[in-house]
């Protein structure tokens, strides 16, 4: 077709320099022909649509970390809508309460006891939650109006994951106009240029805006535009009347004063003197240059008449100036930081800016490749309509790209010194967003953080890292002052500000004070990857330690004598059972949930292992050695499954979207087909009566689950539902709505499928299902620090490349095949189908 035609030759002017693509617009542009045909090996890591986004599920992402933005690709009107990590609603300590969990606690496991689990729950609701948290915040948007002129024509917008690079490519009145996006993380701006191919042809007007009523845009010298605001000091997310219902205006003072009046009519978003003029401060600064044509400006907005081409610089900042430190009182300058970034990139041209963002960005990237199968024909078709046949399973190319989408959202949202990935990643458009865009620690952050170490990013867990580290500062003050206990502990939620405390709500969701055990897997597995030992001693170690003392003071014993938590919860679940009446109800609350242990148990048996590995702290060592034997066990209920409370109750919600008690599966591993089968079974009855549906991070949390019991079908089958039901047209997951958790759990499902290390070997294509019969990959990564790359025929593995990056000894399985043998730094080691080692 001519279309087709038309876009491939497009394809390959945006990739050329500036200058070149103006040799092409003198009449050679026939020359491209030639070449037509070289970008099919590209073409498999591209998004693509042949129409402008309509919505924001539609609009594509770019990101360094820090900057975030949605991009629409639109011919009249364009849109980038803007997010920085660190804006937020709120400050240190805004939603702190006066709680007494541990003066308490006598009282609410005496009503477990007597199996009243409905009144603790209503009596944790009541007595123990604190305040609702801050909102992750938009910052503005960056608009281009085009006057409207002729019919588009072969349009095409796309992301390219191996330079993440985003492009816009129409014809209009014979003239093709393209334009070209990116974020740079070595110069921390937002770049866009913007040209037409035939001289004097590019004009539009340009615009900066804010959903915030503070924000003000003005131009700024001959060239630029200013956008700056304050957020708002607070952001609620409940609604007035159902914090009134339950009595809680207290928790709320610049919404309610002491009598539970309201201050500010039916506001639940405050800004400036409403709220006591708290709030974090914002800028965005944009600069323009043109070749050609001349710059006009009116109304706070530039136009650009006539030009050949043109390239905007937009850099942006907030006053955050760390977790505990008050933005308003304590800020930094963000216009002072957004001149000294643009000041910086200003020494280099667009072809330089452009060549240091791609070799940063694949510096990371390229370390690992997948292939599935062979060439596509599915990929000649825009991603919108691949992901409407995704159900079918015929598209392993889709998978591919799937999985390196994934790894793209890594790189773009999460860079050592930014914040981490919350639930929409560092995209939202909303004041107050879903679940207000939180860390939400029962599942959701660590999810994200699942493909880090395996898929060779692990640079990218730094945030992680330091937001744990952060945490336990006031970890340490609600152990202490909350609970009456030692070490450090945190909630199901937290925020930018690190506050550990319980949120709102309702118990079933809030009382959950087992992420700083879950946090600390992460810590450990991180050593188990790259086994740096400064790294233990000096970061993981303290905090996996607070985090021990904490639980060793909470567990108690159980009318078994076994040792369990006194007050717990499944996360986000209910149970059925029979009061002491006679009644049928309802609760959350019990003792010793199946998670609960599962994480403990994990907590404690890494924390003796890291201890040993340093020879530090015999005496806690021995405590612990002494602790972990008298740990409830996981139970097998009547129907052969992993029982989620100790107690066999009757479950109101038999598919419910958290799987919580197969923690030990995975990412734990407690539970493995080879060393714990009557384990292994019973997680499999779990997750048959659990079903395939469920919300998008559920389902990747499945095709995890799948792939530890090395059930590739299965596993392949949830990856289908995945793709299908739970991905929007821009290849995001939705819960719904949007939240990004689910493209990073189904990421590290698609490594769990090919290669596994948990369980004290490495094991190759471990979940391989039918439909991927033939591939490759290289990069993948094991914990003992090993580089693995693989390919496979027919469904056979025919070669497998090891690299030691550690020097560590290697156990290497395939099927029944197990060999072992030593390595040394930075050896490579060759093995055919059979394991058998080629020199």
């Known amino acids: 077709m001519v279309i087709q035609r038309r876009l491939s030759v497009y394809v390959l002017v945006w990739m050329l320099p500036f200058s070149v693509v103006h040799l092409f617009a003198d009449g050679q542009k026939d020359l491209l022909t030639s070449v037509e045909g070289n970008l099919d090996n590209e073409s498999a890591l591209r998004l693509w649509y042949d129409q402008p986004a309509e919505k924001w599920d539609e609009a594509l992402p770019l990101g360094n970390g820090r900057l975030g933005a949605m991009v629409f690709g639109g011919t009249t009107v364009e849109r980038f809508q803007l997010n920085e990590d660190t804006l937020y609603s709120g400050y240190p300590g805004y939603r702190d309460q006066p709680l ?80 070209e996006a990116f974020i740079s993380h070595p110069d921390q701006v937002l770049v866009l240029r913007l040209t037409a191919d035939t001289p004097g042809r590019l004009s539009f007007s340009v615009r900066l805006t804010s959903p915030h009523p503070t924000a003000r845009s003005a131009v700024e010298g001959p060239s630029g535009l200013r956008l700056s605001g ?109 001149n000294q970034r643009l000041q910086a990139a200003g020494r280099y041209s667009y072809a330089g800016l452009r060549q240091r963002h791609i070799q940063d960005y694949k510096t990371l990237f390229d370390r690992v490749a997948l292939q599935i199968g062979q060439a596509d024909s599915e990929v000649s078709l825009p991603t919108d309509q691949r992901i409407a046949l995704a159900g079918q399973g015929r598209d392993p190319g889709l998978m591919a790209l799937y999985f390196q989408f994934g790894r793209y959202l890594m790189i773009a949202g999460s860079h050592s010194g930014t914040q981490p990935l919350n639930l929409q990643g560092i995209w939202n458009p909303h004041i107050i967003p879903p679940w207000a865009s939180a860390y939400t620690m029962n599942i959701n952050t660590q999810m994200n953080y699942w493909p880090a170490e395996v898929t060779n990013l692990s640079e990218c867990f730094e945030p992680l890292l330091r937001l744990t580290r952060e945490l336990a500062v006031d970890g340490r003050q609600v152990a202490r002052e909350v609970y009456g206990m030692n070490g450090w502990v945190a909630h199901h939620n937290t925020t930018i500000w690190r506050c550990a405390q319980p949120v709102d709500f309702v118990a079933r969701t809030a009382f959950w004070p087992l992420s700083s055990g879950w946090l600390c897997q992460h810590l450990y597995d991180h050593y188990l990857f790259n086994g740096d030992v400064d790294y233990l001693r000096n970061q993981a170690w303290p905090l996996m330690k607070g985090a021990c003392e904490f639980y060793l003071d909470w567990l108690v014993e159980d009318d078994d004598g076994a040792l369990v938590t006194p007050v717990s919860t499944s996360p986000e679940n209910v149970f059925s059972y029979t009061d002491v009446e006679g009644g049928r109800r309802q609760a959350s609350v019990c003792q010793g949930a199946t998670m609960d242990m599962a994480i403990i148990r994990e907590l404690f048996a890494n924390t003796l292992q890291a201890a040993e590995q340093l020879n530090v702290e015999p005496k806690f060592r021995r405590k612990l050695r002494q602790v972990l034997p008298l740990l409830k066990p996981i139970q097998i209920g009547k129907q052969g499954q992993i029982l989620e409370w100790q107690e066999e109750f009757d479950e109101p919600s038999p598919t419910h979207r958290h799987i919580s008690h197969l923690y030990g599966l995975h990412p734990g591993n407690q539970i493995t087909p080879r060393h714990t089968p ?124 090891i690299v030691s990056l550690r020097g560590n000894p290697l156990t290497l399985r395939y099927g029944d095949i197990v060999v072992t043998c030593d390595t040394k730094l930075g050896q490579t080691l060759t093995f055919d189908a059979n394991l058998k080692h080629i020199p």
């Open 100 to 179: 007494k969990i541990g003066e308490t606690l006598d009282d609410v496991s005496a009503m477990i006891a007597r199996r009243q689990f409905a009144e603790a729950d209503q009596f944790i609701t009541r007595h123990w939650l604190g305040g609702a948290q801050a909102c992750y915040q938009p910052l503005g948007d960056l608009y281009l109006d085009f006057e409207p002129s002729g019919q588009i024509v072969d349009y095409r917008r796309e992301l390219d994951l191996a330079t993440a690079v985003y492009r816009v490519v129409y014809r209009q009145d014979e003239v093709v106009y393209t334009r």
């Open 230 to 338: 304050q957020a708002p000091g607070a952001a609620l997310r409940r609604t007035l009347e159902w914090v009134e219902e339950k009595n809680e205006t207290y928790k709320y003072p610049l919404l309610w004063d002491e009598q539970g009046n309201r201050r500010h009519g039916d506001k639940t978003v405050l800004y400036g003197a409403e709220a006591d003029n708290e709030g974090m401060f914002f800028s965005a600064h944009l600069h323009i240059q043109m070749t050609g044509g001349r710059l006009t400006s009116e109304s706070g907005a530039l136009t650009i008449h006539d030009a050949d081409a043109a390239e905007l610089r937009l850099a942006a900042a907030t006053s955050f100036n760390g977790f505990n430190k008050n933005p308003v009182r304590e800020g930094i300058d963000p216009a002072a930081i957004t």
């Open 678 to 801: 009557e384990l292994a079974a019973a997680a499999q009855k779990t997750l048959e009566t659990r079903g395939d549906g469920g919300t998008g991070w559920s389902k990747a949390w499945k095709i995890n689950f799948w792939a530890r019991l090395e059930a590739g079908e299965r596993a392949h089958r949830m990856l289908c539902e995945l793709l299908a039901g739970s991905t929007l047209p821009n290849l995001l997951n939705t819960h719904p709505p949007f939240q990004i958790d689910g493209n990073f759990g189904g990421t590290a499902g698609i490594a769990e499928m090919l290669l596994h290390s948990h369980a004290g070997e490495v094991v190759l294509l471990p979940a391989l299902p039918s439909a991927w019969s033939a591939g490759s990959f290289k990069g993948l990564r094991a914990r003992g620090g090993f580089d693995v790359n693989i390919d496979w025929q027919a469904g056979k593995m025919t070669s497998a490349r």
